[in-house]
């Protein structure tokens, strides 16, 4: 069975995106998809970004185990406000903090905001920053309007049945993706 591993990006005091990434770890777990942990930044309280992993002389144990869990991953899903158009500083942390190890990764991109948009405006600078370290971007977007009105605190869904069916294929490109690196590591 596959492995996910969800990054929950805000840090903000009063976070909303956390919802759609327990969503996402629910909506994967009770389909039987592939295994899941949640990377939630907030817990993790790193320092900002200094130098990469394979530079520093002794890394704290809360990077080695994130870094574990990320290459151990067969594909990551990125959960991610929008904040002025940008994605958080604690995104961009972590992104620049591991190089080798998202290489190839499949990531899948789910933006999240306030508004009507879903965040859209994040995607463009988060996917051109995953390209710059080797990462690939799975085409299909995951974009959330009005989280507050469409998932409560416990990632429940407001309408399930079509925020499932929104997910169906997110979650199936990114598995494909899965598929088809798994593939090509077979046959390399």
Not at 67 to 75: C, E, Q
Not at 95 to 110: F, G, M
Not at 148 to 168: H, L, P, R, V, Y
């Amino acid at each position: 069975m596959a492995t996910i591993a969800i990054i929950s990006s805000s840090i903000r005091t009063g976070r909303k995106s956390h919802r759609v990434a327990l969503y996402f770890k629910k909506y994967i777990e009770e389909r039987q998809l592939a295994s899941v942990n949640i990377l939630d930044l907030n817990e993790y309280k790193f320092p900002v970004f200094e130098e990469r992993l394979k530079f520093q002389v002794s890394p704290d144990n809360k990077v080695l185990e994130f870094t574990k869990l990320i290459t151990d991953a067969d594909g990551v899903i990125i959960v991610t406000p929008e904040y002025n158009g940008g994605y958080p500083a604690s995104l961009k942390n972590v992104i620049d903090l591991l190089y080798n190890e998202w290489h190839r990764k499949p990531v899948a991109i789910s933006t999240v905001s306030d508004g009507v948009f879903g965040g859209t405006q994040v995607i463009t600078s988060l996917q051109f920053t995953l390209w710059k370290i080797r990462a690939w971007t799975v085409p299909a977007m995951f974009p959330v309007p009005a989280v507050d009105k469409t998932f409560d605190e416990n990632g429940i869904a407001a309408d399930k049945e079509s925020t499932d069916k929104k997910a169906d294929a997110f979650v199936d490109e990114l598995m494909w993706c899965i598929e088809a690196k798994n593939k090509m590591n077979t046959n390399s």
